[in-house]
């Protein structure tokens, strides 16, 4: 896997744990989203078509798991 979307999918990650921690942006944010990004999981039920597909190979618990 490429290392540049390795480390997009490092920052998206970082960003959805820190908008979920702080009181002001935690509504936004589903507990499910958050616990997806902390394990690297696939995030079955708030998957972005648009992002569908591009960072498969960063989930450490894949789709088809």
């Known amino acids: ?3 540049l979307l390795k480390a997009i999918y490092a920052m998206k990650c970082e960003q959805i744990q820190i908008a979920w921690l702080n009181p ?3 509504k936004f944010i589903s507990n499910g989203l958050a616990f997806a990004a902390s394990r ?3 995030p079955y039920f708030h998957i972005n078509e648009a992002d569908a597909g591009l960072f ?3 989930y450490t618990v894949s789709k088809d798991f």
């Open 24 to 26: 002001q942006t935690r």
């Open 56 to 58: 498969d190979e960063a």
């Open 40 to 42: 690297r999981m696939y």
């Open 1 to 3: 896997m490429n290392e």
